[in-house]
């Protein structure tokens, strides 16, 4: 008993003294402490909000400008963070290839959804918060000397949910890719179908399925690149599909998230359950590939296929 009390009383004691050095009201701190507190402090304030970012991975604080010119990566760890769809489209094409499609196409809430916001009101706030239409930019572009049908997803714009207007915008570029005879590339990050649009979003899962099928029985090939996160039904649809499924480091990539599995199955799940890593080593992807080596490798697949194509031909 006189034990713990007596601790209690120096514990007491120590933290009564401590908080006397930080706020600098005493007279009784020293002068030089009490100069070196104002100066860090005025430093923070010197340093304006948003133009850091701390790494999430290891904890370094990042300049906003370095990740910008390190496509999202930090530096020190190459954790890769989310990059937008025009960022990374820019990353991968050669300059001034790019030639948009279907740019101004835009979700229509058909079922007057209303829930704690109507459809309609989550539509506008987020066009105008990611400067984007929909989840999905795409067109067709050039990589090294291939002319390819590019589709990109936006995390940014309600989760890169695939509504009627990201299947209807990928199914477009498929056909394109077809026609033109040309590989298609679809890189993707989604949260699912988006609920807003019920049946009407989960028929886009048929819809672009059917068309990469067609774009198979003509020998093209498409190429499926997964990034952080990518769930449920564009997993469980195009995604998925890729003559070659490629990834980026660390991405989670599943149907239903790790939770819910856990509680369904009421197991223990397996240490990297849903990453990239546990995916390649189960044989779902093929490779993983960084940010920084993405286009190259691109076109490394590229030339293979297009010499494939030559053998076939001859
Ligand atoms: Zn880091």
Known sequence: ???TTFLKKTIGGVTQVEPALTPPTSSQTPFVKKQKLGASKSKKREIPEGLWTKCPSC???IFDKELDNNLQICPKCEHHFPIGSRERIHSLVETCSFEEM???MISVDILQFKGVATYRSKLDSYKKKSTLKDAVVTGIGKMGQHT???GVMDFNFLGGSMGSVVGEKLTRLIERGTEGGWPVIIISTSGGARMYEGMFSLMQMAKTSAALAYHAQNRLPYISILVNPDYAGVMASYASLGDLILAEPKAMIGFAGPRVIKDTTQAELPPGFQTSEFLLDHGLID?????KEMKEQLVKYLDYFAAGKKHVNT
């Open 1 to 3: 008993m006189d034990t």
């Open 102 to 104: 279907d740019a101004e």
């Open 148 to 150: 390819v049908a590019l």
């Open 59 to 61: 904890s370094t604080m």
């Open 287 to 291: 490779a993983i590939v960084p940010r």
